[in-house]
């Protein structure tokens, strides 16, 4: 088992670029979560997906926010246009279901200048 | 927002010693679970209790829940220098959705 995998591990981009964030769930795992962990404001969850349907993505930020999860085994969260204050670490997870444990990737540390 | 406070903000021990870490929390849920963060690394599930368990036990962990005061509290018994981490508890709450404490961070002093 891989676990959850993460791509890419770190990106510097300048303002006003479009950012890709990828992840791979683990296998059979029906539900996909996006986080993003700043100092200031801990870990938030952006957007969850149950069986590649977004159920609640009331934490997205703004419209400049969007993911996306084509199938089981992949997800994406774009940002476009990055901004300095998107500069942040966006971890995937994922778990089985309700009332489960969650089990995360090693995250996206994302500087965007 | 943040659902669950967690008390001290930072712990320093020494190994061998005892740590314990505590969460509050301010909605209902369905279960209340710690997880561990080292450095530059992902989340690792340590620990689930659910909202009708008191209290739950996993190797040299102890985990306590009280949902009359809406908190919890983790032990760590006979801390080891590896243990260095942050901790986070996190409240589930409907659909499976985890709101996450600020964290503990951890230092087990050889």
């Known amino acids: 088992d891989a676990g959850v995998i993460q791509s890419p591990r770190h990106e510097v981009t300048e303002m006003g670029q479009e950012v890709t964030l990828r992840c791979k769930p683990i296998?059979?795992?029906?539900?996909l979560f996006w986080y993003r962990q700043t100092m200031m404001r801990g870990l938030e969850l952006l957007i969850y997906f149950n069986n590649n349907v977004p159920i609640d993505d009331s934490g997205m930020p703004e419209d400049r926010f969007s993911a996306k999860m084509p199938n089981a085994s992949f997800s994406t969260l774009k940002i476009q246009p990055s901004e300095p204050r998107d500069s942040a670490v966006y971890f995937c997870?994922?778990?089985?279901?309700?009332?489960?444990?969650?089990?995360f990737g090693d995250g996206t540390r994302l500087s965007i200048l | 927002s943040q659902q669950g406070e967690e008390d001290p903000q930072a712990l320093s021990i020494q190994e061998g010693e005892n740590a314990t870490m505590n969460c509050s929390y301010k909605t209902s849920i369905n279960n209340l679970q710690w997880y561990r963060q080292n450095s530059g690394r992902g989340l690792v599930h340590l620990i689930l209790?659910?909202?009708?368990?008191r209290e739950k036990h996993s190797g040299r962990l102890r985990v306590t829940l009280d949902t009359s005061k809406k908190s919890s509290s983790l032990l760590i018994t006979a801390s080891r220098a590896a243990d260095t981490a942050s901790y986070f508890c996190?409240?589930?709450?409907?659909?499976?959705?985890?709101?996450f404490g600020e964290g503990t961070q951890l230092t087990v002093n050889p």
């Open positions: 296998s059979g795992h029906n539900s």
């Open positions: 209790i659910r909202s009708n368990e």
């Open positions: 997870a994922c778990a089985w279901g309700g009332d489960q444990p969650q089990h």
């Open positions: 996190a409240g589930e709450t409907s659909g499976s959705r985890l709101t």
